[in-house]
Structure formats: structure tokens, C-alpha cells
């Protein structure tokens, strides 16, 4: 349920289209339907789960290895296909899955060689 100035919208399904997101409403069956919506501002409810890292969040935090030893700033999440990157500020990149921890810093446990490439 998102909240609008004119009111709640229910979203019925949503999927990724070309960058984008095609998004379907509760009682909007055309595109005619939904030209009055046009620049309409969404909200929704904060999301608050422990488990889930935002992008936002991780910019700016020091990026260290299990061992404490600092590798880096972060300086950008990359989307990819396989799995997002974490940018350091060197232009080094970390997938995602060594990512072990996010708290004050961004720890890491790479294979060995991975930050050794440039």
C-alpha cells in the first residue's frame, strides 16, 4: 500500500521494465486510468529490517577486512548482473557476496589476490 496526497494506491504488480519499474494500481486497468497520477509523489512505510543494507547507507563507510585491516572507502555500489560491487575508492571492486558484516565500517573477507588486482 503506497500513500498519495489523493489518497492510499494498492500496488496489484510491479516488475522492472528497461531501468524502470512497470507498475500496476488497485482499479487502474488502462493507461488512460492512470494519466491523472501522473507526477503523483508515493510514500511508504520505512522498511526496518536489520538484515537489509541501503545504498545510501554504505557511501562514505570504511571498508576493512576481518582482521581489522582498513582496505578503503566506499565510494559507490555498482549494480551488476552477477553481483553488486562495492566501489572503493581506489577503483578496486568487492562483490557482494564477501561482504561479511555492515555496522560503523564494511567488512570483508576477499579471496586472496582479489584486491591485489587493479
Same mark, same amino acid.
Given at each position: 500500500?503506497?500513500?498519495?496526497?489523493?489518497?492510499?494506491?494498492?500496488?496489484?504488480?510491479?516488475?522492472?521494465?528497461?531501468?524502470?519499474?512497470?507498475?500496476?494500481?488497485?482499479?487502474?486497468?488502462?493507461?488512460?486510468?492512470?494519466?491523472?497520477?501522473?507526477? +503523483? *509523489?508515493?510514500?511508504?512505510?520505512? =522498511? /526496518?529490517?536489520? &538484515? !537489509?543494507?541501503?545504498?545510501?547507507?554504505?557511501? #562514505? $563507510?570504511?571498508?576493512?577486512?576481518?582482521?581489522?585491516?582498513?582496505?578503503?572507502?566506499?565510494?559507490?555500489?555498482?549494480?551488476?548482473?552477477?553481483?553488486?560491487?562495492?566501489?572503493?575508492?581506489?577503483?578496486? +571492486? *568487492?562483490?557482494?557476496?564477501?561482504? =561479511? /558484516?555492515?555496522? &560503523? !565500517?564494511?567488512?570483508?573477507?576477499?579471496?586472496? #589476490? $582479489?584486491?591485489?588486482?587493479?
Amino acid at each position: 500500500m503506497l500513500q498519495t496526497d489523493r489518497g492510499p494506491l494498492t500496488v496489484v504488480e510491479a516488475h522492472p521494465h528497461q531501468h524502470r519499474w512497470r507498475v500496476r494500481f488497485e482499479g487502474f486497468a488502462t493507461r488512460e486510468d492512470v494519466d491523472p497520477l501522473h507526477g +503523483l *509523489v508515493l510514500r511508504a512505510e520505512p =522498511v /526496518d529490517d536489520p &538484515d !537489509v543494507w541501503f545504498v545510501h547507507e554504505l557511501i #562514505g $563507510l570504511p571498508v576493512v577486512l576481518t582482521d581489522g585491516t582498513e582496505v578503503g572507502t566506499c565510494t559507490a555500489i555498482i549494480d551488476n548482473p552477477a553481483h553488486d560491487l562495492v566501489e572503493l575508492g581506489d577503483g578496486r +571492486l *568487492v562483490p557482494l557476496p564477501f561482504v =561479511v /558484516d555492515v555496522g &560503523d !565500517v564494511i567488512e570483508i573477507d576477499p579471496p586472496e #589476490g $582479489l584486491l591485489d588486482l587493479a
